[in-house]
Structure formats: structure tokens, C-alpha cells
């Protein structure tokens, strides 16, 4: 018994000392990166004049260009990057599948076409446009909760529903493009294409409220978590309430994925990556949604100072991802196929 | 902790949909012993089991521990008293065996509440009655068929329930895995005094292993008792439509049905159809 107990608590001690050195060291790297966006760009300024902007003080120069135009461009890659992560992080982990991210399922695409056509059918503007995208968001995910619901295999069904749903939403959007008048249409590109550009400190309030409500909230559902990746008969055994855990926890995450498409738009892949790479870091044995949160900011943070630094022209930041993203997609694709797995 | 509870199933009809599939069953479990459930397939009985253990809701009648019905009670309070293993649970990939068999402390978890001393002490005493402690660091996916199974049983075993319900525990596994599963439950019920439910496709490894039978056919339970009093031969023809012999077991005295097949049997028997069938795999 002695002899057992002592090989548990090691086992355990490695593995929890494992995840608190990657989840500090992503905390550091989001840092790192977070600090290089503020310092870089067409002027570079020292940390202690970006450390003196963030604290209030007036400095000539540094305060319009680092507090008025890098600080809220960071602020929005860190709050997009955390709610990507969590939210593509439980739906991956609930879903049993890593194709089951919103950004995969539709849900991003939901917010897109509802955006796009209040901008351009519409002519309407600002936080009006960025509620309503918030709400497709919620309608998407019923939709196609409803349409999976309740029969053998849901997993797969969802996803299958939700690429359906998402490529008809994809639709939607290039009809209204076609139809828009092309003064709008530049207002509606940045749904369409995740980007930090033009970030306005006002315009973090709302992300920031949701990241600070629903994250925590994700975190406390993820123990139920536990229970539910065991399937639902274990699960009910376990005494767990899975539908009740899967709802909210569905609310959440498509909240966290409304309201940051609404301010930075779909930044691409940044939800279906950031699973994955938590869970290679960490190793599984518990769900990993603030590792994946960290994650996500981490990739987004990166991909902009590379959209930004490391080409001739400046590219938005959905572009990196994109491009880093879909060949990801393509070797799972693959991985799946050769294991033979449906979905 | 007392383990004696008393566990009565009364009048449930339960089905999926609208469709009963269990028609009106009446039982009261021993608590403290070894019940087998047997029946042909689809005869309701992993129903009845889904039912015992609160996955399905009996539309009419109702299942009961201690006077109170389980739909009623509060969720993680009946998880800590009764456990259920289903068929087919899903094991997260590459998770480690010790923390799979964890997930079995979670109705003693709170949302506040973190990984206690006691956690620890039910995996390790878990992990111990299964023979799995050196497993504990690898990772699930790993194992063969029989190892999984017992990790699963294992978990089970953490949640440290009076009564465990187990579907079908010994599919896919071979006789001697069968055997190796079996007799780790009938000693953890002499040692815990666990209240064992199982459902069990094997009818002679049911007869061996269990203190009580439950017979069902066609949704209703048919007959039940002690295997040697209820195993007999007009019950497998009614259960299982199987013309059979039934004789005793020279080591445990336990009924052993040994069943009639159509082809190679007495000459006697053998009318013009079973001949030909009987020359057909001869010429085969």
C-alpha cells in the first residue's frame, strides 16, 4: 500500500511539476512577445520608456506611438489570443475531436456573415454590428447543437453540420460582397480577415469584460470536463451533469469567439491550433484550457510581429495564422485518415 | 459506512423514446452479494441496468436506494454510493493510467475542494486490488484488452462505492482475462462486502460467479434465484430458446449448461434436414 502510494504521489508530483513549468514559461513567452509589440515598429523605444508610457507618464513621441497605437494592438492580440484558445481548447476537449474547434464547426463564419451583412446590407456601424455578430454567433452554435442533437456519433455529426453551416455562412458572406456598395466594403474586410490593424483603446472594453467573465468560468466548468471526455454513461455515473456542463460550457466558448471576432475579426486557426499544442506541451490527464488560453495568445502575439516585421509589405495578422494553420489541418487530416477513424 | 442498503427496482417500464423495452420490473438486489443479470440479446437487460444505475429515467415505476428514488437524489451524492461501469467508456487519449483511475474520486471532488490524502489513498488501494500499480505512469492507449478493463474496474473501484453496477465487463476478452476480472469482483464483494450488479453474456461463468441470477426474456424478469436452483434447462429454452443439457460442475457444484447443437449430435435425433447439414460441413 505504502509502496503504491509512494509511486502515485511521484507520478503525480512529475506530472503536475510538467505543467507548471510550460504554463510559466508560456505566461513568460506571452510576456516576452507582448513586450517586443509594444517596443517594436517604425521607431523602436527602450522598455523603461514603454514601461513609463504604461504607467501614465507623458513621453514625447513614445506616448502617442506606444500608448495610443501598439498598446491597444497588444491588448487585442492578448484578449483574441485567450479567448481563441479556450474556447477552440473546450470544444476540442468536449468534443473528443481536435477537428471541433469554432473556428472549423462555423461558429467564427456565424459571426462573419452576420457582421458583414449588417455593415453592407444594412449600412449599420460600431457596436451594434459587434452585438449582433455575438448573437449569430450563439444562433450558429444552436443551430447546429440542434441539428447533431441526441443520436449515436454526435461528435462527428457536429462537425459535419457545422462545416455544412459554416460553408453556407462563407456564402453568405460573398453574396454580400458582391452586393455591397464598395464604399463599404473596406469596413467589412476586417471580418473577414482577423486583424489587429487600427485597434482603438475603447474598443477593448467589451472583449476585455468577456475574456475576464467567461475564461474563469470555462476553467471552473473544465473540472466537470473531467468526467464528460469519459463519455456520457461514465460521466452520469460519475455524477457529473454533462448536459448541463456541455451547454454552458458551449455558451462560453462561443461567447469568448463572438466577442473577439467582433473586435479583431476571425483570426484563422488560431482556435484549432492552440489545443493541440497545449496538450503536446502539458501531456493529457487533465483538460488544458489555460494552457491552451496562453497558447493562443502566445501564437497571436507572433504572428503579428511577423505579419508586421518580417515581410517587405505589412500583412494582417489572420494572414500568418492562416498560413500557419492550414498546413496543421492537412497533416491531422492525414493522421486521422491513416488511423482510420469517421471524424 | 453501513453497506447494507436496500436497492428495489419497482414496476419500471424504461425504453428509449417512446419505445418500452423493459415492461414492469420488480426486484430487490442483495445487497452484499454477487447478482448476475442474463438474458438473450435484446431482452432489456443492459436497459434495466442503465436504469439501476440512473442513465435512463423509468417512464412508469421506479428505482429506489434506501426509500428514495435515485432520480430524485442529489447527483454526486449517489455517485459516491453507487457506480456504474458501462460497456464502452472512452478513455482520453494518452492520458496516464493513475490519472484515469482518478477521475474516479470526482463525485468526492468539490469545485473547491482539491486532490486530497484520501484521493490518493483510494487510487493506490485501487490500483493495488486490480494488480495494476506498475502500470500507474503509462499511458492507457498502451495497454492490451485486459489491462484496460482492469483500469476501468479500477476506477470504478476508486469512486469507493457500496454498490457497483458493471455492463458486460468481460467482452471482448478471453476466458482466462474473463476469469482473472471475475475474480477480482467476487473478492472485492468478500472483502468490502461491495454489492456486485453485472450484466453477463456467458451463462456458465454467470452461474459460477453469482450469489442470484436475474432472468429476463423479452423485457421481463422471468425468473431469479440462486444459480443451482433456477438454471435449468426448461429456463434455457425459455430465455435463450436453447435446447440444452444442464449438469454440475465438479469443482464449484454450480450448474454448467451445456447446449444441443443441430449438427453432429445423436444419430438418434437426426432427422432428414440436420443430416444433410451434418454432411455439408463433413464434405467442407
Not at chain 2, 469507493?160 to 476466458?175: F, S, V
Not at chain 2, 429454452?237 to 444441443?260: G, H, M, N, T, Y
Amino acid at each position: 500500500m505504502s509502496d503504491a502510494l509512494a509511486i502515485l504521489r511521484q507520478g503525480r508530483r512529475r506530472r503536475w511539476r510538467r505543467r507548471l513549468l510550460v504554463t510559466g514559461i508560456l505566461v513568460a513567452l506571452a510576456l516576452v512577445l507582448a513586450a517586443a509589440l509594444l517596443m517594436l515598429g517604425n521607431t523602436i523605444y527602450p522598455a523603461q520608456d514603454v514601461f513609463r508610457v504604461i504607467m501614465g507618464e507623458k513621453v514625447t513621441g513614445a506616448s502617442f506611438a506606444v500608448g495610443t497605437l501598439r498598446l491597444p494592438r497588444m491588448i487585442a492580440a492578448v484578449l483574441a489570443g485567450l479567448a481563441f484558445g479556450a474556447a477552440g481548447a473546450a470544444f476540442q476537449t468536449m468534443l473528443r475531436n481536435p477537428l471541433a474547434s469554432p473556428d472549423i464547426i462555423g461558429i467564427n463564419s456565424g459571426c462573419s456573415a452576420a457582421a458583414v451583412t449588417c455593415i453592407l446590407l444594412f449600412n449599420m456601424s460600431g457596436a451594434a454590428v459587434s452585438a449582433i455578430s455575438v448573437l449569430a454567433g450563439l444562433a450558429v452554435a444552436a443551430l447546429i447543437y440542434l441539428l447533431a442533437y441526441g443520436r449515436e456519433g454526435a461528435s462527428g455529426r457536429l462537425i459535419l453540420m457545422g462545416i455544412g453551416v459554416g460553408a453556407l455562412m462563407d456564402a453568405v458572406v460573398s453574396y454580400m460582397l458582391l452586393k455591397g456598395s464598395e464604399y463599404d466594403i473596406p469596413a467589412a474586410y476586417r471580418w473577414l480577415t482577423g486583424s489587429l490593424n487600427a485597434m482603438r483603446m475603447d474598443e477593448m472594453g467589451s472583449l476585455a469584460i468577456a475574456v475576464a467573465i467567461l475564461l474563469p468560468l470555462a476553467l471552473v466548468l473544465a473540472r466537470s470536463l473531467e468526467a464528460v471526455e469519459l463519455g456520457d454513461e461514465t460521466a452520469h455515473a460519475l455524477g457529473a451533469r454533462v448536459e448541463r456542463t456541455r451547454i454552458l460550457l458551449i455558451l462560453c466558448a462561443v461567447g469568448l469567439v463572438a466577442f473577439a471576432t467582433a473586435t479583431t475579426g476571425p483570426i484563422a486557426f488560431v482556435a484549432f491550433l492552440s489545443g493541440p499544442i497545449a496538450s503536446r506541451l502539458v501531456g493529457t490527464g487533465k483538460p488544458h484550457i489555460l494552457q491552451a488560453a496562453l497558447v493562443g495568445a502566445a501564437l497571436v502575439l507572433a504572428a503579428d510581429l511577423l505579419g508586421q516585421f518580417a515581410f517587405d509589405t505589412r500583412f494582417p495578422v489572420g494572414v500568418i495564422t492562416g498560413i500557419l494553420g492550414a498546413p496543421y489541418l492537412l497533416v491531422l487530416l492525414i493522421r486521422l485518415n491513416r488511423k482510420g477513424s469517421s471524424l | 459506512m453501513s453497506v447494507m442498503h436496500r436497492y428495489v427496482v419497482e414496476g419500471a417500464v424504461v425504453g428509449y423514446g417512446r419505445v418500452p423495452v423493459v415492461h414492469g420490473v420488480e426486484l430487490e438486489v442483495p445487497t452484499g452479494q454477487v447478482s448476475v443479470i442474463i438474458g438473450a440479446n435484446a431482452c432489456g437487460k443492459s436497459t434495466l441496468l442503465k436504469a439501476m444505475a440512473r442513465l435512463l429515467c423509468p417512464s412508469q415505476g421506479a428505482v429506489t436506494l434506501d426509500g428514495q428514488r435515485i432520480d430524485k437524489l442529489p447527483t454526486r451524492a449517489l455517485a459516491r454510493t453507487l457506480g456504474l461501469l458501462p460497456q464502452s467508456p472512452i478513455a482520453p487519449e494518452g492520458i496516464a493510467v493513475a490519472d484515469l483511475v482518478g477521475r474516479g474520486r470526482f463525485p468526492h471532488q468539490g469545485y473547491l475542494r482539491g486532490w486530497s490524502s484520501e484521493d490518493e489513498e483510494a487510487v493506490a488501494e485501487a490500483l493495488e486490488m486490480m494488480n495494476i500499480v506498475d502500470l500507474s505512469d503509462r499511458s492507457v492507449d498502451e495497454l492490451s484488452g485486459g489491462q484496460r478493463q482492469r483500469v476501468w474496474i479500477a476506477m470504478a473501484l476508486a469512486q469507493r462505492t457500496d454498490i457497483l453496477l458493471l455492463d458486460e465487463p468481460t467482452t471482448y476478452l478471453d476466458i482466462a482475462h474473463q476469469v482473472e476480472i471475475l475474480d477480482l469482483l467476487s473478492e472485492l464483494n468478500r472483502t468490502r462486502q461491495t454489492t456486485i450488479v453485472m450484466v453477463l453474456h456467458d451463462i456458465n461463468i454467470a452461474a459460477r460467479y453469482a450469489d442470484r441470477i436475474f432472468a429476463m426474456c423479452n423485457g421481463r424478469l422471468i425468473a431469479q434465484g440462486p444459480p443451482a436452483e433456477i438454471i435449468t434447462e426448461e429456463l434455457m429454452r425459455e430465455v435463450f430458446s436453447l435446447d440444452s443439457v444442464v449438469i454440475s460442475d465438479p469443482q464449484s457444484a454450480s450448474p454448467v449448461v451445456l447446449p444441443k447443437t443441430r449438427v453432429k449430435h445423436q444419430p438418434t435425433d437426426c432427422d432428414a434436414r440436420d443430416c444433410t447439414v451434418t454432411s455439408a460441413v463433413d464434405a467442407a
